[in-house]
């Protein structure tokens, strides 16, 4: 049987090299390389690879991982949602009226946001497979509602658009600190006892570890990306959602329930969105009405960084993962390179052109496609 499949013409052996060159992680490895060779070189010794340098953009990283993997997941099934930067804020705000206008108490103000946020995608889902429009046409339109009702609703309750009030409503609440707390204080506090990392000199905090626990912004983003690796590589759903994305008609003839694959994807997104704004108001203690502009394109940018298509059916979580890495690592280490931060947007389209360029010459180079 062996020798029947090593002989026939229909199968050709591919070496290791071109299976990794084939793999959509190449050009989040490939960018993630570059990216930390040049800080390493040019701000080595700015105090980015310390202990807190390197908490600040793992955090930032982690802010752009975690709407990245449900963008990722999304593209992979062959759909777009651009309402993603509207949800963060709107999600924020409801928090922030339920809890605190409301005076809800703090659990079941983030509850009740996720129900809504979740409906919502659903809802964006909903729409796309029983009217076969674009998603970008239905996410868009759904952005602008968002993005009103983010506006109205404080203006219409307290006068204004940013409402503060959150860190304090959340005190001694059981949820809230899943999203707004930090894990291994001792631990951290131990190091900086043991001199592996610094503490403070003086002031209130004079003797505690510059970094006081890992944030539970990163677990979230650490756990959001394990767990949509695992879905997409080792179930049948990840088979699908592959399917759904590649060719949803040939993906229906074979079983595949395209339209509840493409929906739950909308509902995961916004799922994903929901969270980055939990962890933003609990950090920051308030609501604004701004909060999360333009992060459906950066979600979308990480995820092609990584290696995704446009067209759907090809994609990696870990690839989209490396795209927001090279995010935080770049936006945090033009700062510490003492470079003018309104490079940032220059240095990271250099970096989506050359990693699309490469993945697509690569692709082709491998498959033959022209």
């Known amino acids: 049987m062996s020798e029947a499949v090593k002989t026939d013409e229909r199968v050709r052996e591919m070496s290791k090299l071109r299976q990794a060159l084939i793999r959509p992680e190449l050009g989040g490895i490939v960018g993630t390389a570059a990216v930390f060779t040049f800080f390493i070189l040019f701000a080595g010794n700015s105090g980015m690879f310390n202990a807190q340098g390197m908490m600040n953009w793992s955090t930032v990283s982690a802010q752009f991982m975690i709407i990245a993997v449900g963008a990722c997941l999304l593209m992979i099934a062959g759909e777009f949602d651009l309402s993603v930067g509207s949800m963060i804020g709107f999600?924020?705000?409801?928090?922030a009226v339920f809890g605190v206008t409301l005076a809800w108490p703090m659990w079941l103000?983030?509850?009740?946001?996720?129900?809504?946020?979740?409906?919502?995608?659903?809802?964006?889902?909903?729409?796309?497979?029983?009217?076969?429009?674009?998603?970008?046409?239905?996410?868009?339109?759904?952005l602008?509602?968002?993005?009103?009702?983010?506006i109205f609703i404080p203006q219409t309750l307290e006068r204004k658009t940013i409402i503060g009030g959150i860190r304090e409503a959340a005190e001694g609440d059981w949820i809230a600190p899943i999203f707004g707390g930090t894990i291994f204080k001792g631990f951290?506090?131990?190091l900086g006892d043991m001199g592996v990392i610094s503490v403070f000199s003086r002031g209130n905090k004079a003797g505690q570890s510059v970094v006081d626990g890992i944030p539970m912004l990163l677990v979230w983003a650490i756990g959001l990306v394990i767990?949509?690796?695992?879905?997409?590589?080792r179930t049948r759903f990840g088979n699908w959602i592959y399917a759904s994305g590649g060719d949803a008609q040939a993906a229906r003839y074979a079983g595949v329930p395209v339209n509840r694959v493409k929906i739950m994807m909308f509902m995961f997104t916004a799922f994903c969105a929901t969270v980055?704004?939990?962890?933003?108001?609990?950090?920051?203690?308030?609501?604004?009405?701004?909060?999360?502009?333009?992060k459906e394109f950066e979600a979308i940018i990480a995820v092609v960084i990584g290696g995704a298509l446009l067209t759907g059916g090809y994609g990696s979580v870990i690839g989209a993962a490396l795209g927001a890495l090279i995010f935080g690592v770049v936006q945090q280490g033009l700062f510490f390179a003492g470079v003018e931060?309104?490079?940032?947007?220059?240095?990271?389209?250099?970096?989506l052109l050359?990693?699309?360029?490469l993945n697509t010459y690569i692709r082709r180079l491998i498959t033959g496609e022209h």
């Open 91 to 95: 999600a924020g705000m409801m928090i």
């Open 188 to 190: 951290f506090q131990w």
């Open 276 to 294: 980055f704004a939990v962890c933003q108001v609990m950090e920051f203690g308030s609501a604004g009405a701004d909060r999360g502009l333009l």
């Open 109 to 142: 103000a983030i509850i009740v946001t996720f129900v809504i946020c979740i409906a919502f995608g659903a809802l964006n889902g909903f729409i796309v497979v029983r009217t076969g429009l674009p998603s970008f046409i239905v996410t868009l339109a759904t």
């Open 227 to 233: 767990l949509g690796h695992i879905l997409l590589t």
């Open 144 to 150: 602008f509602i968002l993005r009103g009702f983010t």
């Open 341 to 351: 931060s309104s490079l940032f947007r220059v240095f990271l389209g250099v970096i």
């Open 354 to 357: 050359l990693a699309v360029i």
